[in-house]
């Protein structure tokens, strides 16, 4: 199964781009990197997925490297709402539907 | 309805006692998922329907913990004889199927299970 390693905690002023970093080296040719976030006693949010191609929804940018070993957030103007903990996750492949979770970063936005 | 909804939010009960926990997936969604999220660690996959069969009951922790699903919609996940380590958010999520690693879960707001 592939896994994922994040930074455990990252700081970001107001108004400013979170850049959130994931490494995900054992990923197989057909699994997806996800990404959602947790607001304190909420339950997991989606925010956007790729494969292969970078990709932009309404909340945010997904960089995804050429050899899809790493990917990259991106929150372009970061507000104190988006404070959080971002999880990045990989689909495993012969159980797709199952997301395997790790210790996601604790992004705090300052204002 | 808008997004998956749980029921009840919060749950207290003793050791030793039954539990019910209430899923309501997105309306039309085919797929469901359980989840329980033990304090400040990552989700832990339980059990997922696809329409009202469990093709996959691995992640269920011990005999205690059932689930169904009646009608492809309403589940039920069933803890019989709490036990303290059974505290944690329980979690529900929807896709629209799973048929693909393309197919977003969608997550409600969980069950808040405290066992005295």
């Known amino acids: 199964d592939a896994k994922t390693t994040q930074p455990t905690s990252m700081d970001c002023a107001e108004g400013r781009a979170a850049n959130l970093p994931c490494n995900h080296s054992?990923?197989?040719?057909?699994?997806?990197v996800y990404w959602y976030r947790q607001i304190h006693s909420q339950g997991p949010q989606y925010i956007i997925h790729?494969?292969?191609?970078?990709e932009t929804n309404e909340m945010a940018s997904l960089i995804i490297t050429e050899d899809r070993k790493s990917s990259t957030l991106i929150l372009p103007h970061a507000t104190l709402r988006d404070t959080a903990v971002y999880y990045c996750i990989v689909r495993v492949g012969y159980r797709n539907y199952q997301l395997i979770w790790g210790a996601g970063t604790k992004l705090i936005i300052k204002p | 309805g808008a997004g998956v909804s749980q029921s009840p939010s919060n749950k207290v009960t003793e050791k030793g006692k039954d539990v019910e926990l209430r899923c309501d997936p997105i309306?039309?969604?085919?797929?469901l998922y359980w989840y329980r999220q033990s304090l400040g660690q990552g989700l832990e996959f339980l059990i997922y329907?696809?329409?009202?069969?469990?093709?996959?009951k691995s992640g269920l922790p011990s005999d205690r913990f059932s689930a169904e699903r009646t009608g492809g919609s309403v589940s039920t996940l069933t803890i019989q004889r709490t036990q303290q380590e059974d505290s944690a958010v329980y979690l529900c999520?929807?896709?629209?199927?799973?048929?693909?690693?393309?197919?977003?879960?969608?997550f409600g707001p969980g069950t808040r299970l405290t066992v005295l």
């Open positions: 790729g494969l292969k191609n970078n």
């Open positions: 054992t990923i197989s040719g057909n699994e997806y």
């Open positions: 999520a929807s896709s629209l199927t799973r048929t693909s690693a393309a197919d977003t879960q969608y």
């Open positions: 309306s039309g969604h085919t797929a």
């Open positions: 329907f696809q329409g009202n069969s469990a093709p996959d």
